[in-house]
């Protein structure tokens, strides 16, 4: 008989914010990243300037968690959640520890996306969800092998989840997802009148 396995597996970990740590106030949180995104002019700015739609803090602010203290709760829990993570991993880190590299606000109005990207030099990102109206969209993760599938054909319509080429997670509000940083990933078209709003961040081995 055939002996099948799964190699290099690549792993999504997905959890309430609130299993760890304070409990977050979604509406107060909510209501800070719309405040924030008000006074960042230079982040407003920087979205004009570069075809950004909607607002992201990435290329502004670097201290939200001194700014306003429901982010260094969110910091404090989501420590907690990368640190379970990293033992699902098994990752041996040399008596050296996974620690916050930056985070960030996004909010995408109707019809706006983020085009599939990595993060580079991090070693564990991930996002928590604080607006996701109905209709909105889920996180589009492709299979990392896809670059090297050469002469392959498609996979099956109805192929089982770890043999997709693209894997869709919906996330809810209050949800944590977490990846390694080397995983390709996209936020599709906001089809929701509403804005999608989340905050993202990239872990490093320091």
Known sequence: MPQITSLFVTRLYRAALSEHGAKIDQQELEASCYAIAEDDEAGQDWCEEN???GYTSYASLTD???RFP?????????DIHVAE????LEFDLDDRALVLEDIWINILPEGGMHSSHLHPHSVISGTTYVSMPEGTSALKLEDPRSARMMAAPARKKDAREEMRTFVYAK??????LLWESWLRHEVPM???EEERISVSFNYKWE
């Open 51 to 53: 075809g950004y739609p």
């Open 171 to 176: 996330p809810a509000v209050g949800d944590v």
């Open 64 to 66: 939200l968690p001194w």
């Open 70 to 78: 429901i982010f260094k709760d969110i910091v404090e829990a989501l």
């Open 190 to 192: 906001n089809m929701a």
């Open 85 to 88: 993570f990293a033992k699902d």
